[in-house]
């Protein structure tokens, strides 16, 4: 599933055009993006947790070239999986 494809189904669901189902999806995703960047964590129960995971510096190396190279330091989205979830994937 895509984001077209949640917002088809919330305006079919929901009797919503989708213009209003594209708000809303905008919405949520907006203050997950703003939620990840000021406090690094967001929980939603029976579905999973997103975090942001922090990457120190460190030496890499570029596969064309083969040369040594400084990767900076730099965060990452995480998610993990809540219980309820792995449950229902796994039957």
């Known amino acids: 599933m895509n984001k077209s494809d949640l917002i088809f189904k919330l305006a079919e669901?929901?009797?919503l055009t989708e213009n209003t189902a594209t708000q809303i999806i905008d919405l949520v995703?907006?203050?997950f993006?703003?939620?990840l960047?000021?406090?690094g964590r967001i929980e939603i129960r029976g579905f999973g947790s997103f975090s942001v995971r922090e990457y120190r510096s460190?030496?890499?190396r570029?596969?064309?070239m083969?040369?040594?190279v400084d990767v900076k330091p730099k965060k990452s989205p995480f998610f993990k999986t809540g219980k309820e979830l792995k449950?229902?994937?796994d039957y």
């Open 33 to 35: 993006k703003e939620a």
């Open 87 to 89: 449950k229902r994937v």
């Open 66 to 68: 083969g040369t040594v």
């Open 62 to 64: 570029n596969p064309r």
């Open 58 to 60: 460190y030496k890499g």
């Open 37 to 39: 960047k000021n406090d």
């Open 13 to 15: 669901k929901h009797n």
């Open 29 to 31: 995703f907006d203050g």
